[in-house]
């Protein structure tokens, strides 16, 4: 059986969740999961489509989780107890971060290998490979975050890439490559309207002269969840070398405006 790995990860609460279980937990839940899906392919080959759930139907299954779908995965394992986290090195660099609290980073690893084979600018490679690690702190407006999060550091259009690719992951672009998919009925429901935030920026987007940055990490994020590719940061650290301002303090230590969101990335278990 063909098993789509996102569709699988997300259903357990993501990257970071899957991390966090043992061997036994994630052969139970694969599982189960396997079990769904041969059930849906039944009903499927006896003429039903796959019935993805409404707004309504999500919404009645938050009081049925022991966590929030909002929750960065460093703060909450999805399944049992979070683990206890390597301290971070003294003046600690975009690898020690990788490394240390961004593992697993395969999706976004993936990401930016496609965007390098494809032949994208090296913004456009190095905001695929940050456009997601910022779920590690929160997954709503996860865009906004994530441009904060690295715009004192990178290139203005990998900011503005990394920031707008959260709004046209919901607008089909079938010219540039890029299908509403599947996983979103999944995850917010078939009857789902972008909230007016969303809406507005995409009515933006549409007309700004950088449409195309964030659009193509939406294409290159679409498909890089390949259970079987082997991915390394390593080819994408002269890119890495150009164009990321590293800090000589330390990223967290050298007072910019996004300096408490590494920290809090560093240490999440700090009570205050």
Known sequence: MEIDRRAFIASLGGTAAVAAMDSEAKADALEHYMEEQLNDQVAQQGGQPEKFPTVAEIEAQIETRNVRRGA???FASGRGNVKKLQPMPKNATLLDFF???????NHVLQSATRAMKTGMSEEIILACLCHDVVLNLIKPDHGWWGAQLFEPYVPEKTTFAIRYHQTLRFYPDPEAGYEYPDQYYR???TDYTPPPHIEATYKMLKNHKWYMEPRLVTVNDLYAFDPNAKVSIEPFMDIVGRHFKQPKEGLGMDNSPSAHMWRTI???DSPL
């Open 266 to 268: 560093a240490n999440p």
């Open 72 to 74: 960065g995965s460093l």
């Open 99 to 105: 490394k240390l609290r961004f593992d697993p980073a």
């Open 187 to 189: 995850i917010f429901g």
